[in-house]
């Protein structure tokens, strides 16, 4: 079993072991949603291989576990009329001002928990763990962060991996220039174009980034990640009742056999790595 593997397995199972709790009473988001019979899910275009747009539609590890999560809401609501799901575009900077305004009820991206976000949102049960990394052109010389030092560095602003990266050139006592950028896509223009020297972003979201560039071949993912990122599905704040909904629903997909077709899906094919780890087992620059 790999150690992504491994992970993946204790993640899924504080959920399991819980199991499921009974239907939540009909409040908050839950009634509106059972009233209307529609939902608003909020999903990202840039967040491959958890959340981005293939052929037009949501694609994606978390828009197949929130595909599954909207099954099981359907089925504790019970009713005639199917659920009419509204899928919202948003981006780092909007997801949860989105959720918080009512425009989504819940978020399927690459969120991370964090004790300041929970000030605006409440999250489900953790979906995945990730770290931060970095992506250079394998031009440049060296295997970590260390390596880096004055040295152009870009990462998302308001992101979480901006005081990950602070955190870790403070920890090593170094110093580089740090780069704001608004998007992935501007992070990797830029790599691509030499402006910068590195791109922070989580690593997985950066393994699915290079499979889209002009020459994967070009550029190296550096192994060993810089933080840890526990993602999880945003949703209202205070509003327990959605929560539990979700969350049983989460139990219900972790305890099936339909959790290791999604995951084989998009990270792991049983012998043969998925499209994104291919790429990033290829990227990846291992230490000397």
């Not at 009634?31 to 939902?39: A, D, F, H, L």
């Not at 030092?149 to 901006?162: D, H």
Request: a neutral charge; aromatic letters at 6%; glycine letters at 8%.
């Amino acid at each position: 079993m790999t150690r992504l593997s491994a992970l993946f397995a204790a993640l899924c199972l504080a959920p399991v072991l819980a199991s499921a709790q009974p239907a939540a009473p009909l409040e908050g988001r839950l009634k509106k949603i059972q009233e209307t019979r529609s939902i608003a899910v909020a999903y990202r275009q840039d967040a491959m291989p958890f959340s981005f747009e293939e052929g037009g539609r949501p694609a994606g590890y978390t828009i197949d576990l929130c595909r599954g999560v909207l099954d099981a809401i359907e089925r504790q609501l019970g009713g005639s009329t199917p659920l009419q799901v509204k899928w919202v575009p948003v981006t780092a900077q909007t997801r949860f001002t989105a959720i918080a305004s009512g425009q989504a009820d819940m978020e399927c991206g690459a969120s991370t928990v964090t004790l300041g976000r929970l000030k605006e949102v409440d999250f489900s049960s953790l979906i995945f763990v990730d770290g931060t990394g970095l992506m250079v052109r394998k031009a440049t010389p060296g295997n970590s962060l260390r390596d880096l030092a004055n040295k152009k560095i870009a990462v998302i602003a308001g992101t979480t991996n901006e005081p990950a990266l602070a955190d870790a050139l403070k920890g090593l006592a170094m110093t580089a220039t740090v780069v704001k950028v608004k998007s992935r896509e501007e992070g990797l223009a830029q790599l691509e174009a030499g402006a910068v020297d590195a791109f922070a972003s989580d690593r997985l979201l950066l393994a699915g980034l290079a499979a889209q560039s002009k020459d994967p071949q070009a550029l190296a993912v550096l192994v060993d990640p810089i933080s840890f990122e526990p993602y999880a599905i945003a949703l209202p704040r205070g509003d327990w009742a959605m929560r539990q909904a979700v969350n049983s629903a989460l139990a219900q997909i972790y305890r099936s056999a339909g959790l290791l077709d999604i995951y084989q899906r998009w990270f792991s094919g049983l012998g043969r790595p998925g499209p994104v780890l291919e790429v990033m087992y290829g990227l990846g620059r291992l230490p000397e």
